[in-house]
């Protein structure tokens, strides 16, 4: 059996704002292929993590490395590079209201790439099928309903192939139907592209249905205290705070 490809590692992360200490002590690996839950209670430090990771928060001490090297220790060209090969799907999904799906998703190829328009176009149509939208190019986001915005917002993140993609909290305002849609999609799209996703969230649902690897925050020892496939985790989770959050308390 072939030994898991690093992603992305962590190791001996440390997020503070001043004095106040968010997380202490992090040391996780994602492996190519993953879908890697970042989980625990709100206000215990998920999106600021995400925020590390994808370069928009400085850590206070600890590495991130991604296969092209230290994010924060290496300069600034180095950590464009690493920007270059990620993409983020935000909570609100953070489309332009004033510019069409088919717009939204050019800007990336139109800003990074010498692609002639033809072929941002070519591109920004396939990048929208992948993820169901065919045929909506020139619809607003205004237009389409918030399932749909998740969606688009999902192909804007995969425009420019990137080989690890961030979601923040993508269930968020949801409903159940659009939520489980968007969870196959994610399924679909590992599996079709052998894409990584790191997803931050509190529902269990999808963590459940999607999460093949995944780590527990805990917001009274601020560190992980778990890490491990999900459905593993349930059945072995001793440590009452996750499992008092796998069982939503009904236990």
């Not at 503070?16 to 202490?24: L, N, P, Q």
């Not at 072929?119 to 607003?140: C, P, Q, T």
């Not at 560190?223 to 009904?250: D, H, Q, S, V």
Request: with cysteine; net charge negative; charged share 25%.
């Amino acid at each position: 059996m072939t030994a898991p490809t690093p992603c992305l590692e962590v190791k001996n992360l440390n997020i503070a704002y001043g004095d106040f200490v968010i997380m202490r002590d992090l040391d996780f690996t994602i492996d190519k292929g993953d879908v890697f839950i970042i989980m625990g209670g709100s206000g215990c430090g998920k999106s600021t993590l995400l925020r590390v990771l994808i370069g928009l928060k400085e850590p206070s001490s600890g590495q991130v490395l991604y296969e092209q090297g230290s994010f924060w220790d290496g300069d600034e060209a180095r950590r464009a590079a690493i920007r270059r090969r990620i993409g983020v799907l935000y909570q609100s999904g953070a489309l332009f209201s004033s510019m069409t799906l088919a717009e939204n998703i050019s800007l990336p190829l139109q800003q990074y790439t010498r692609l002639k328009p033809r072929d941002i176009r070519e591109i920004a149509s396939l990048k929208l099928a992948l993820v169901g939208l065919a045929g909506f190019e020139d619809f607003y986001p205004s237009e389409i309903s918030g399932g749909m915005c998740k969606r688009a917002g999902l192909a804007r993140a995969m425009a420019l192939d990137p080989d690890i993609l961030f979601f923040d909290e993508p269930s968020a305002g949801l409903d159940p139907v659009s939520s489980h849609l968007l969870d196959e999609l994610i399924l679909e799209l590992r599996d079709s592209l052998n894409a990584t996703f790191v997803v931050v969230t509190h529902d269990l649902d999808s963590i459940f249905a999607i999460g093949s690897n995944a780590i527990f925050l805990d917001v009274e020892s601020r560190t992980m205290t778990a890490n491990g496939n999900p459905k593993k985790l349930l059945e072995e989770a001793t440590a009452p705070n996750l499992r008092r959050f796998l069982t939503r308390g009904k236990e």
